[in-house]
């Protein structure tokens, strides 16, 4: 699997737009990018994935580079409850199935 | 539709002792996934389980750990003999298939003393 850079933090202020980038330049074609979120130690959730076009779920967005070497998670409108720990992670789907976890970003989200 | 569930919750062992972490996947969910977070560290995989099958184990530690995924029941990881090192938080996820996205449970907080 494709490896992750991700910024170590970020902080974001309660209600703007969250924009968590993750570069993964080493991607192939057929690695998905997903992303995951672990809130204070608690177990992570699963956010969205994509392959190579934008995604948006009630939860997030995901804009993808045309050259799939880097991608971006939005949060809309985020509150104190989104700060976390995020997770970028590139996989092949159907390979046996485990997640490798880099050090992600920590977001803090302040009042 | 109740979530990954394990437990204990909380599981205090001396050293020497066994530890045994169950997790229930999701309804329908028959791939389990065993991940281990140490304390200030990232999550690790240990292990990936199918009904009666190993699949992965690849992160496991070669003595003293193993894990099971019966017919019947839930997924046990066991550890015998505990030590210090293995305090940790141990998480399960769940999926229909290897292919479809992991749901974690909230995790199994091991203190050795």
């Known amino acids: 699997d494709a490896k992750t850079t991700q910024p170590t933090s970020m902080d974001c202020a309660e209600g703007r737009a969250a924009n968590l980038p993750c570069n993964h330049s080493?991607?192939?074609?057929?690695?998905?990018v997903y992303w995951y979120r672990q809130i204070h130690s608690q177990g992570p959730q699963y956010i969205i994935h994509?392959?190579?076009n934008n995604e948006t779920n009630e939860m997030a967005s995901l804009i993808i580079t045309e050259d799939r070497k880097s991608s971006t998670l939005i949060l809309p409108h985020a509150t104190l409850r989104d700060t976390a720990v995020y997770y970028c992670?590139?996989?092949?789907?159907?390979?046996?199935?485990?997640?490798?976890f880099g050090q992600g970003t920590t977001l803090q989200v302040k009042p | 539709n109740a979530g990954v569930m394990q437990n204990p919750r909380h599981l205090v062992r001396r050293r020497g002792q066994e530890a045994r972490l169950r997790c229930s996947p999701m309804?329908?969910?028959?791939?389990v996934y065993w991940y281990r977070q140490l304390p200030e560290e990232g999550l690790k995989f240990m292990v990936y389980?199918?009904?009666?099958?190993?699949?992965?184990e690849s992160g496991m530690p070669k003595e003293r750990f193993s894990a099971e995924f019966p017919k019947e029941g839930p997924s046990i990881l066991r550890i015998q003999q505990v030590v210090r090192g293995d305090s940790a938080a141990y998480f399960c996820?769940?999926?229909?298939?290897?292919?479809?996205?992991?749901?974690f449970g909230p995790g199994t907080r091991l203190t050795v003393t």
């Open positions: 996820a769940s999926s229909p298939d290897s292919a479809y996205e992991q749901y």
């Open positions: 080493t991607i192939s074609g057929n690695e998905y």
């Open positions: 994509g392959l190579k």
């Open positions: 992670i590139v996989r092949v789907p159907s390979n046996t199935g485990k997640l490798i």
């Open positions: 309804k329908g969910h028959s791939h």
């Open positions: 389980l199918q009904k009666e099958n190993i699949i992965d």
